[in-house]
């Protein structure tokens, strides 16, 4: 599952007409750099982290990641992040359906009424000491219904203000300095926001 960003440059012809520098797709290209590396690093700090999706082995933190490419695509320029996991895909977008379980075992959790003191517990499981604990469950199909939760499409909107605020200062980077800001000039480490 990607989430994309795309920077429409129709938008800003104004902008870019007032600029007479040579670099200036290269400050685009920049700057969707930086904002896939700021989107990256918010979507595993405010919504990986417990916030969204309760963590468990951390595996889907992990897994988001910015695409190694950056491609114009006619008049846009195109940023990817997200991750490679099928139940990343299916948190963000939701998924129903029937998925197969393989053959496992489980361990059985012995059950005691809700109000009994702990002491009668300690007494049951001595009692049990030495039997099966644990139970083998057949390969099946099983029904999944998970709900969307949109861990990477919210993080876009929560941070939409600041991509037009590291364009504009972009931007005013290459017509100050005449070079290509850098990556780190426009701030992608979440500082300024």
């Known amino acids: 599952m990607d989430a994309d960003i795309r920077v429409d440059t129709k938008d800003l012809d104004r902008v870019l007409e007032s600029l007479t520098a040579p670099n200036v797709g290269k400050t685009v290209l920049n700057y969707v750099r930086a904002m ?12 990986l982290l417990g916030q969204v999706l309760r963590r468990r082995t951390g595996n889907l933190i992990r897994s988001i990641t910015a695409s190694p490419r950056f491609a114009v695509d006619g008049d846009r320029v195109v940023g990817s992040w997200g991750t490679h996991l099928g ?3 299916a948190h963000e977008l939701g998924f129903a359906g029937s998925v197969h379980v393989r053959s496992h075992e489980r361990q059985l959790k012995l059950r005691t009424a809700s109000g009994r003191v702990r002491r009668e517990r300690t ?12 139970a083998t469950v057949r390969a099946h199909d099983r029904y999944v219904r998970i709900w969307a939760k949109r861990y990477l499409r919210t993080s876009i ?4 203000p600041a991509l037009g605020y590291r364009l504009r200062r972009a931007l005013y980077l290459l017509a100050r300095e005449g070079s290509v800001p850098s990556v780190s000039d426009i701030g992608a480490g979440g500082s300024l926001l």
Do not use: I
Not at 123 to 134: D, H, S
């Open 36 to 47: 896939v590396v700021m989107l990256v690093g918010h979507t595993v700090r405010s919504k």
């Open 87 to 89: 139940y990343g895909r």
């Open 123 to 134: 007494r049951l499981n001595f009692a049990l000491r030495g039997q099966k604990t644990r």
């Open 157 to 160: 909107q929560e941070k939409q």
